[in-house]
């Protein structure tokens, strides 16, 4: 078979394969963004495709996606395996670790804000409990409801020593108070006019007014209700004002709550040394009392699953509830809010006593708990991996964000190809956002056809210089470019921070950023989705591209930083400048970097800021590596990976997962990158290794090794 068709043939097919997964990437992804399903007619499908603003430049630039798709297929072959393989193992692993973190999903069935009520359709027993501080005010005949004496209800244990106080609001009012306590039978316990001196000079801080009234070290004869009655002197000139009055006492409260007045608490709240797990409430019933025991949560949001149990004064279960029926729900509108919460509904009470009621989330089981780690870890990577995707204003956000990378991910690979470990491309970021950024905010004036080229060609000549810098100390000094790139990173951050916060951050500014930067130097929008806007640095980024495989793959330039990539002293002994080289390698990465600069400050801030990069130009090297620092592959892995980045940030938000987790998932990515090139480094040791000892066999070893020669 002819290898020449043979080859073509493998091309060909490759190519097509390319294609078609170009394709396919180009269909998915749009049906996504423009909500697109199987179900649809095609007039369908072309309305919700027409109805999304500017939705041309969104069909083009996912088109352009799957471009990146096919380029990284045909560049690669199977090294594009590779690639996914990688990035689906992290995958993998970031599943495995968010679930680890979802570990106590089922939290949420347990813990949580809740109430307990114990309706009736009696009246409250009580009104007040022990340790209570009502306040009224008597009121004239020519009020609508003349006030004329006020009672308050509470529940007392026989034994129980209190203290209980009548006084005006104002200190030296004239309002002369009556108090009197009246038993579980309606007699009188104890009675009092007026305060004493001594008890005046003790409760001085109460009792201020000479008609105050107080009754002191009450000794309560039997358990039951008790009812303070408050009220004016008959014979006092003044029957009219505001009064407090206070029920003190060091013994505990025989109950809780009382008919139709809710109480709760939270049940195992987080960061708290000692959980609530199980409550208690005690209540005072009398026979035949017909109630309705709920437990229920406080809030739609909160999940806790309740139950809850009627205990009588005996210490018997009179009955319990696990949930709630709909039509329970519909009874207590308002109250009730899902199955999970309980009911335990019209019980008739067999006594006159204290009952208990008693609430705590049901057990959870470890099935449940595995469920559910396994459903939230699933609803965190559906945000993760769909998120992007799932509304047009977040793919525009994962587009804005990746036409950085891809742009950074270009100057690494530049400068990876000459084999020089430059990490320079922050600080050349920041200092082509900050020429870009002074340039529009300075000639605001001018034409944006003048302007936008000026400030672009701008911070590509910043960059240029800042990354000729590191080159020429490398190229001249023999400084290492690793570390020199880093200080020159950190200098060139804290001179734009500089900058920024003393010469252009407005006086009434009321954090660290510049002022707008007016519209002729921004970068035009091609699609505008409610303010976020995808702009012609899409464009840009073409030619960055194209610039850069044209560099790398078709001039001498490129040839000279292969060479030197490949062995720099094989080069040295072919003629190649390799000082110029290196110094032109890292100069033109930084150029690229500048236009980074430029894009964030031109095309996605609009403005200057501090922080304005976040360390994305570190990413910028996985993007390079995971791309085999090919220009053409460069695009998709941008793509790929800043999916992951923006993919984290919706994550965290609409599943409440630390978008750390993400953070995992691109470390390990750097791992099986580190991992698979120390692989390929041993390789390349074995073979050389086993080609000098191929080299050093003697000739006469040879002669020996060698069958004999037939005589001639």
Do not use: C
Request: charged share 20%.
């Amino acid at each position: 078979m002819n290898p020449r068709r043979s080859l073509a043939t493998r091309s060909g097919g490759l190519l097509i394969l390319s294609v078609l997964t170009g394709l396919l990437l180009l269909l998915a992804i749009s049906m996504r963004v423009f909500g697109i399903t199987a179900g649809m007619s095609l007039d369908e499908m072309r309305g919700a495709i027409q109805a999304a603003p500017d939705y041309g430049a969104i069909l083009l630039v996912n088109a352009l996606i799957g471009v990146s798709m096919m380029l990284m297929i045909y560049e690669l072959r199977w090294d594009a395996l590779r690639v996914i393989l990688t990035v689906a193992v992290a995958l993998v692993f970031g599943y495995l670790m968010t679930a680890f973190f979802n570990l106590d999903a089922a939290n949420r069935l347990s813990s949580g804000e809740f109430r307990v009520n114990v309706v009736s359709d009696v009246g409250p027993l009580v009104d007040i409990y022990y340790g209570d501080r009502p306040s009224g005010e008597f009121t004239g005949p020519d009020a609508d409801e003349p006030v004329t004496e006020a009672s308050y209800r509470f529940a007392g244990s026989a034994g129980d020593v209190l203290t209980i106080m009548a006084f005006a609001e104002e200190e030296d009012s004239p309002l002369d108070l009556q108090l009197t306590l009246l038993g579980p039978d309606g007699e009188v316990v104890a009675e009092n006019l007026d305060a004493s001196d001594e008890q005046r000079e003790e409760y001085r801080r109460q009792l201020e007014s000479p008609g105050d009234a107080i009754l002191e070290n009450i000794e309560l004869p039997a358990d039951g209700v008790y009812t303070i009655v408050v009220r004016p002197e008959p014979e006092s000139e003044v029957q009219v004002g505001e009064f407090n009055v206070r029920l003190d006492t060091d013994a505990p409260s025989p109950i809780d709550i009382t008919y139709n007045q809710p109480i709760g608490a939270v049940f195992n709240a987080p960061n708290v040394d000692n959980p609530l797990t199980e409550v208690s409430y005690r209540f005072l019933g009398r026979a035949d009392d017909l109630v309705s025991v709920l437990a229920y949560v406080f809030r739609s949001n909160i999940e806790v699953d309740l139950q809850v149990e009627l205990i009588g004064p005996d210490g018997s279960v009179i009955g319990q509830a696990n949930d709630s029926t709909e039509e329970q729900r519909a009874t207590f509108r308002g109250l009730l809010q899902r199955e999970t919460d309980a009911a335990l509904e019209g019980v008739r009470l067999p006594e006159d006593g204290i009952y208990t009621v008693r609430a705590r989330p049901e057990p959870v089981s470890l099935g449940t708990k595995l469920s559910e780690t396994v459903k939230a870890t699933n609803k965190a990577y559906n945000a993760f991996l769909f998120g992007p995707l799932s509304r047009l204003n977040r793919w525009v956000t994962w587009i804005k964000d990746a036409i950085t990378l891809i742009m950074l991910g270009l100057a690494i690979a530049i400068v990876f190809r000459a084999q020089q470990f430059s990490l320079g491309a922050e600080g050349q970021l920041y200092f082509g956002a900050l020429v870009s950024g002074v340039i529009g905010l300075s000639f605001g004036e001018i034409p944006k056809p003048l302007l936008v080229p000026l400030a672009l060609i701008s911070a590509a000549t910043a960059g240029f210089l800042w990354g000729l810098l590191p080159g020429a100390l490398k190229a001249y000094l023999g400084a290492n470019e690793l570390v020199s790139t880093l200080m020159l990173n950190t200098i060139a951050m804290r001179f734009y921070e500089m900058v920024l916060t003393f010469e252009l951050q407005p006086p009434n500014a009321g954090y660290t950023a510049s002022d707008w930067i007016p519209d002729n130097g921004l970068l035009a929008p091609i699609i505008d989705v409610s303010g976020d806007q995808v702009t012609i640095a899409v464009f840009i980024l073409i030619l960055i591209v194209l610039f850069a495989w044209v560099l790398i793959q078709r001039t001498p330039i490129g040839y000279e930083i292969r060479m030197i990539g490949s062995n720099i002293k094989f080069a040295n002994y072919g003629g190649v400048n390799t000082r110029r080289t290196i110094m032109l390698a890292m100069a033109i990465s930084g150029a690229v970097a500048g236009l980074a600069g430029a894009h964030l400050a031109l095309g996605i801030h609009r403005k200057l800021i501090l922080n304005i990069s976040l360390g994305m130009a570190f990413e910028g090297v996985v993007v390079a590596l995971l791309a085999r620092n090919n220009p053409l592959v460069v695009p998709f892995t941008g793509l790929l990976y800043s999916y992951l980045r923006v993919g984290a940030q919706f994550m965290e938000r609409d599943a409440n997962v630390s978008s750390e987790v993400v953070r995992i998932i691109q470390a390990v990515v750097i791992l099986l990158i580190t991992a698979e090139a120390l692989v390929t480094f041993v390789q390349r040791r074995r073979r050389v290794r086993r080609d000098r000892l191929s080299s050093d066999i003697q000739p006469s070893e040879r002669l020996m090794a060698a069958p004999p020669q037939p005589p001639a």
